[in-house]
């Protein structure tokens, strides 16, 4: 059983920046590739960014590419998303997951892949 915990989230303005990090316990953090989504009221949820074992291979939304980076560090079970040039529109809940099964795939973008998820971490990004 994997548990996964956020945090990192709050509140900034358009332009700045955030981390947001995802500590991993009860499993083999570096066995599985762990993404990034979020979800903003009303909407569904939607892929952000995943990363695979070693971290070697990163793949992200288009609306997210340039502005935000997929990390991983397997020696303190951690995943890291840093996020630049923040948007109104990029306030959401943000989750991190974990897809123990796919196999090393980092390009399944659909909730449903990820087998494992945390709480969520809110992040809020004013005009």
């Known amino acids: 059983q994997v548990q996964l915990g956020e945090s990192g989230g709050g509140l900034v303005q358009a332009g700045g920046s955030l981390r947001v990090s995802c500590v991993a316990s009860?499993?083999?953090?570096?066995?599985?590739?762990m993404g990034w989504f979020r979800q903003a009221p009303g909407k569904e949820r939607e892929f952000v960014a995943a990363i695979s074992w070693g971290g070697k291979s990163t793949y992200y939304a288009d609306s997210v590419k340039g502005r935000f980076t997929i990390s991983r560090d397997n020696t303190k079970n951690t995943m890291y998303l840093q996020m630049n040039s923040l948007k109104p529109e990029d306030t959401a809940v943000y989750y991190c997951?974990?897809?123990?099964?796919?196999?090393?795939?980092?390009?399944?973008?659909?909730?449903?892949?990820?087998?494992?998820w945390g709480q969520g971490t809110q992040v809020t990004v004013s005009s």
């Open positions: 997951a974990a897809d123990t099964t796919s196999g090393g795939v980092i390009s399944n973008t659909w909730p449903e892949a990820y087998d494992y």
């Open positions: 009860g499993g083999t953090f570096s066995r599985y590739t």
